[in-house]
């Protein structure tokens, strides 16, 4: 049974994680672990750089925590170019992957009030009166109508940053 470390505590995050880990590996064959750690960047990060930074800190830092594991991940969601999207690393001892999520145009409303220093997670609260919206189904459930939740999209960007742990043209 593999020892799979989430760097995270979102619960959206953990499903996604432990349904694409049970997807490609096997149901069952995963343990996850929930970690809280640092990802080195701001509450809010903005751009592909700096959201993805945060990712691969908190693998890191994740590492540190729990050396033991088989697999680390990190998923950070950041805002690009009026966009919320979300970086994914996945590591083992020997190999990364990583993959970015689809993206979600924000209406001016909410990116006003992000650029203005405040984080989306509470920006949607407020909007929608969902108590912890990030935690939940996020922006992107509110504004496609439940069609894609936080952890559905989620889930594509970790299968994706699955492909080099079993497929062998990788290596």
Not at 16 to 22: N, R, T, V
Request: proline share 5%; net charge neutral.
């Amino acid at each position: 049974m593999y020892h799979v470390v989430c760097a995270t505590t979102n619960p959206s995050k953990i499903q996604a994680i432990l349904q694409a880990f049970d997807e490609i590996c096997g149901e069952g064959s995963c343990h996850i672990e929930s970690v809280a750690v640092e990802s080195g960047v701001p509450e809010q990060p903005f751009g592909n750089v700096e959201t993805r930074t945060g990712a691969r800190c908190r693998v890191i830092n994740a590492r540190k925590l729990r050396p033991a594991a088989d697999f680390w991940v990190a998923i950070e969601a950041g805002i690009d170019e009026g966009s919320t999207f979300s970086w994914v690393v996945i590591e083992n001892h020997s190999t990364r992957g990583e993959s970015r999520s689809a993206t979600l145009p924000l209406p001016a409303v909410i990116l006003e009030k992000v650029k203005a220093g405040e984080a989306l997670g509470p920006v949607m609260s407020a909007y929608t009166g969902i108590d912890k919206i990030g935690r939940k189904e996020g922006a992107i459930g509110v504004f496609t109508a439940g069609k894609l939740t936080r952890s559905s999209v989620y889930h594509q960007a970790v299968v994706l940053a699955l492909s080099p742990f079993h497929n062998e043209i990788y290596r």
